[in-house]
């Protein structure tokens, strides 16, 4: 199991709600969002507009050629009961990717605690120990 979210997304000119895996091992410098192509066509951002820039980032697999479109989005955690914060964030562009990734600093901002990852439960920093929330169901963007 893993911990996956429902966020609303919000950037490019369009905005989405969709389930997100919460991946602590997505180590980086700043608030990023990697997302499929699919997804970032509905967003408005594929193909790339200016300011997106090609990169490449080191990963397990190895090295993962992405488009960074920097404080591209806003986006918070879609949840009835709680009023989290809406942050901005950077959109990471993968070719290669067919659901959204949040990174590790992504996941703080977004004050969420990962609490028992293999039975993909997490709750907001703010909510007691005692309010375990259950993953969303994976959303693949093909």
């Known amino acids: 199991m893993v911990v996956r979210v429902r966020l609303r997304i919000v950037g490019g000119g369009g905005a989405v ?22 997804l970032a066509q509905v967003l408005g951002l594929w193909p790339p507009k200016a300011g997106i820039e090609e990169s490449e980032f080191e990963t397990a697999g190895g090295p993962l050629r992405v488009w960074l479109a920097p404080r591209a989005c806003r986006v918070s955690v879609v949840a009835p009961d709680a009023a989290p914060p809406e942050v901005e964030a950077d959109i990471a562009i993968s070719p ?30 703010w909510e007691s120990k005692e309010k375990l929330r259950r993953s969303e169901p994976p959303r693949y963007w093909k």
């Open 96 to 125: 290669l990717a067919d659901e959204v990734l949040l990174s590790d600093k992504l996941i703080s901002e977004l004050g969420i605690a990962l609490e028992d990852v293999g039975r993909g439960l997490w709750r907001f920093r």
């Open 17 to 38: 709600e969709t389930s997100a895996l919460a991946n602590s091992g997505y180590e980086a410098e700043t608030l990023q969002l990697l997302i499929p192509i699919k």
